[in-house]
């Protein structure tokens, strides 16, 4: 794609294309049968690979920043990851929607039973990108990390995050 006036190619940062690494912090929604959400902060970091417009694979890894209690009853997450293949929907040279799907874990730390669990299954999300000048893109996203049982109680572990990602 040819560059403007200006030597600015806008093609290119609205295709991206190529190698990306990111960094991201948002709260991990932790709702088990029974008792109230638990709401635990993460950050974790993101590398992927953008094949064209519309596909890219990204695998990331973080863990817990703060833990989080409901009464007597407290959760932290020391490590949640990910690997995904990554659908995206241009819709203008800076707004992007996607979706994600792929393997996603988390171990979970409880002060009740069952006290530590690792957890991994299928993982789903849709989000958001803005792409700015120079390769950087802003993200927003939810995801369902994963669910399981804990002694007889069944909960859900959903992520919501904002970040930001360099395309290379």
């Not at 590398?47 to 817990?64: D, H, K, S, T, V």
């Not at 833990?67 to 800076?94: A, C, E, N, R």
Request: aromatic share 16%.
């Amino acid at each position: 794609m040819a560059a403007n006036a200006y030597g600015y190619d806008s093609a290119s940062d609205y295709y991206g294309g190529g190698f990306y690494i990111g960094a991201n912090a948002g709260e991990i929604f932790y709702k088990e049968q029974g008792l109230g959400t638990m709401v635990p902060g993460v950050a974790f970091l993101q590398i992927g690979e953008q094949f064209n417009p519309y596909l890219a694979i990204e695998g990331r890894l973080g863990g817990g920043v703060t833990g989080d209690q409901f009464g007597f009853y407290h959760v932290d997450v020391p490590v949640v990851y990910g690997g995904y293949v990554k659908g995206i929907l241009p819709m203008t040279p800076w707004f992007s929607g996607y979706a994600i799907a792929g393997v996603g874990g988390v171990q979970l730390h409880r002060n009740y039973p069952d006290f530590n669990s690792n957890d991994v299954g299928l993982s789903l999300g849709l989000g958001g990108e803005f792409t700015l000048y120079g390769g950087a893109r802003l993200h927003a996203e939810w995801a369902r990390i994963d669910s399981g049982n804990n002694v007889g109680y069944d909960y859900t572990v959903d992520q919501l995050s904002v970040g930001v990602s360099w395309h290379l």
